[in-house]
């Protein structure tokens, strides 16, 4: 079940979400995490997840009155656990086509966001993602695809594995004047996702992060057309506030 939220930053739709998962060692996971935070596994097992989708609707506290343009963002990540036991997602990456997303996340959030020129089509039942960065951010195209049920025949997505990948609610990161992470959470209903099929993948997303690139297709796909998302700000936000209260 996810943490009692604590307070809307930011109010955003997440539509049209293609996510790609490939089963890593753990080991090799852990290199690239901060010691305060421990790899979660399913059966002993770490996982890397490419991700794509459209953010629309961006209103950002106090200035909820400002229309923000759309765009889509491709991610890399893994998921993690504090030593509360609170589970969540680390990023190692994320394209933006948008510049003004890409400096305030980083900013505010400690994301590792890159400009870039990415991209999303849907044609019928089949969904692709494309991202190209743009300088002065490290070369690390992508392109990916799958196909999905769009009868009544659908075959959502509702293993343990699934829940495990798909329902998290906080994500970590790590400002670089910092040697702790620190974590914001998100608030959105459960993924109706179904499973996809003839899933493909390439680019550098991996290399560009230390792994190595897939040599075969994502063991696990969904497609879910999307929800609406609320965000909270960081935790040392919080933290900041309360150190002033108690002065």
């Excluded at 003004?100 to 400690?110: E, K, P």
């Excluded at 495990?164 to 974590?183: A, G, P, Q, V």
Aim: with cysteine; charged share 25%.
């Amino acid at each position: 079940m996810p943490d009692k939220f604590l307070h809307s930053f930011m109010d955003q739709c997440w539509e049209d979400l293609l996510l790609l998962h490939w089963p890593i060692d753990e080991e090799i996971v852990r290199k690239y995490i901060p010691d305060d935070l421990e790899v979660d596994l399913f059966e002993g097992q770490a996982w890397l997840s490419v991700v794509g989708f459209q953010l629309t609707g961006l209103k950002i506290s106090p200035f909820r009155w400002l229309s923000w343009p759309n765009f889509w963002e491709i991610n890399l990540r893994t998921y993690v656990r504090d030593r509360y036991g609170k589970k969540g997602i680390w990023f190692y990456s994320l394209d933006s086509s948008d510049p003004l997303a890409v400096t305030g996340a980083r900013m505010l959030y400690g994301l590792p966001y890159n400009y870039a020129r990415t991209e999303g089509r849907i044609n019928r039942n089949k969904i692709s993602f494309l991202s190209r960065r743009n300088f002065p951010h490290p070369k690390a195209d992508a392109q990916f695809e799958a196909s999905f049920q769009s009868s009544k025949k659908k075959l959502y997505a509702d293993s343990e594995l699934d829940h495990f990948l798909l329902e998290r609610y906080r994500f970590w990161s790590r400002r670089k004047i910092s040697h702790t992470s620190f974590s914001a959470q998100v608030k959105h209903k459960p993924y109706q996702a179904v499973l996809t099929d003839h899933a493909k993948y390439k680019g550098a997303l991996f290399s560009s992060q230390g792994f190595s690139e897939p040599s075969d297709g994502p063991l696990r796909g969904h497609y879910c057309k999307g929800f609406s998302v609320q965000a909270s700000a960081p935790s040392w936000v919080f933290s900041i506030a309360g150190q002033a209260n108690q002065r």
